[in-house]
């Protein structure tokens, strides 16, 4: 199985910036997408990558305010999280997909999250 591991979450004001990591080892990946988790809501697909072309797509709550990339070696990707705001308060999670989306039911593996806090 896969093995995913995210990092990088933090204490943030409202209208910081945030980058995180997802480490992914033990097989091959189609895709991997990022997902939060706010405290006592349902899991929210934020943007996920292909690794299959390099495409991504993004969530229209935060389009244009997210990015996500990869390292040369394709085996950490980031989210990249600029004008944050306190609505992106969450645990963020990584997972794999079989294709590119973001809905939850598409989620294969994923490991544990980190926490992203932002203060207004």
């Known amino acids: 199985d896969v093995q995913l591991q995210a990092s990088g979450g933090g204490l943030v004001r409202s209208g910081g910036y945030l980058r995180l990591s997802c480490v992914a080892s033990?097989?091959?990946?189609?895709?991997i997408v990022w997902f939060r988790q706010a405290s006592g809501k349902g899991r929210e697909g934020v943007g996920c990558?292909?690794?299959?072309?390099?495409?991504?797509i993004y969530a229209n709550s935060v389009k244009g305010r997210f990015s996500i990339s990869r390292n040369n070696a394709g085996d950490t990707v980031y989210l990249l999280m600029n004008d944050l705001k306190p609505e992106d308060t969450a645990v963020y999670y990584c997972?794999?997909?079989?294709?590119?989306?973001?809905?939850?039911?598409?989620?294969?593996?994923w490991g544990q999250g980190t926490q992203v806090t932002v203060s207004s």
């Open positions: 990558l292909s690794h299959i072309d390099g495409t991504t």
């Open positions: 033990g097989g091959t990946v189609n895709a």
């Open positions: 997972a794999t997909t079989q294709w590119q989306t973001i809905e939850p039911f598409e989620y294969d593996f």
